[in-house]
Nanobody
């Protein structure tokens, strides 16, 4: 059973940056999809970005939702079992609970659907003030 734990959230002024981290244990990255989602109260959990880790470096890819790709960058350090979300030029609209997630299945196409990710962290709150 994989376990994920986010850290790095907090309060920041608009225009600032934060780097979220997600420590992953009991999980094999190769052949799987991992992702960052965010959620505001009363809303559905929305995808921020996902990464598929292939067997080779050039078969690993990351997709970030169009509205965020010029400000948010997802990365991984597989050797350290870590995922990261670098968030730049933060806006008040980015205020949300941020979650890291991992799919339990391997060699599948990554999706934007939260239901396709079996493992979740507890979330870390990001608050951006204007």
């Amino acid at each position: 059973q994989a376990q994920l734990a986010e850290s790095g959230g907090g309060s920041v002024q608009a225009g600032g940056s934060l780097r979220l981290s997600c420590a992953v244990s009991g999980y094999t990255f190769t052949g799987t999809c991992t992702a960052w989602f965010r959620q505001t109260p009363g809303q559905e959990r929305d995808l921020v970005a996902f990464t598929f880790v292939g067997k080779e470096v050039d078969s690993t890819y990351t997709e970030t939702v169009d509205s965020l790709k010029d400000r948010f960058v997802m990365s991984q350090d597989i050797a350290k079992n870590m995922m990261y979300l670098q968030m730049n030029r933060l806006e008040p609209e980015d205020t949300a609970m941020y979650y890291c997630a991992a799919d339990s299945r391997r060699w599948r196409v990554c999706t934007r659907r939260p239901d396709d990710y079996a493992y979740w962290g507890q979330g870390t709150q990001v608050t951006v003030s204007s």
